[in-house]
């Protein structure tokens, strides 16, 4: 795959991902698994979980690993460039009016119907990732753990995956050592 090529289907992804990281793995999976069969399905998840975890733009970090897997360094750059694109220029066109829009009932609505449509894919998202986890004992309790954490003790969510990482590396070591 060219890197031009690269960069135009990253565009394209670019241009219809509305409502932020969460919505890119059904739209990635769609196009580098089940249309184009360029990555696995499990490297998606993967990638995904590792975009979640690093700083930045969910969608830019994993156009970022799947670039690199199809074209290395250049790749990566260029994915990245791809999926920021659209959105960059749609952001400065819409910044020059946004006081114009804001308070028209078309864009309110308009804008009412992307949130909505956003819910479904994020709990498409959900869907996936559970159907993909590989869920024992332990998986359960830290899921359990983990909403318990975030609804009850009210820790950020940063502080409350910093939390279950370092759980999970523990439990980790521990089942190589008694292996």
Not at 41 to 46: E, F, Q
Not at 53 to 76: D, E, Q, T, V
Not at 140 to 149: E, G, K, P
Request: glycine residues 8%; charged residues 15%.
């Amino acid at each position: 795959m060219s890197l031009l090529k690269l960069f135009l289907i990253f565009c394209k992804i670019g241009a219809i991902l509305l409502g932020g990281g969460y919505v890119i793995l059904p739209i990635m999976t769609s196009e580098f698994v089940d249309k184009r069969n360029l990555v696995s399905h499990d490297d998606i998840i993967d990638y995904f979980a590792l975009a979640q975890s690093l700083p930045g733009i969910i969608a830019a970090n994993m156009s970022m690993f799947i670039g690199y897997k199809l074209r290395g360094k250049w790749g990566a750059i260029i994915a990245m460039l791809g999926v920021t694109f659209v959105p960059f220029w749609c952001i400065v066109l819409l910044a020059s009016v946004i006081s114009t829009l804001i308070n028209n009932p078309y864009i309110q609505g308009a804008l009412w119907g992307v949130g909505v449509s956003v819910i479904a894919l994020i709990l498409l998202t959900v869907r996936e990732m559970w159907q993909k986890s590989k869920k024992e004992m332990f998986f359960y309790t830290i899921f359990i753990m983990t909403l318990l954490t975030l609804l009850i003790l009210k820790l950020s969510p940063i502080q409350t995956i910093l939390l279950y990482t370092l759980i999970g590396v523990g439990y980790k070591k521990l089942r190589e050592g008694k292996a």
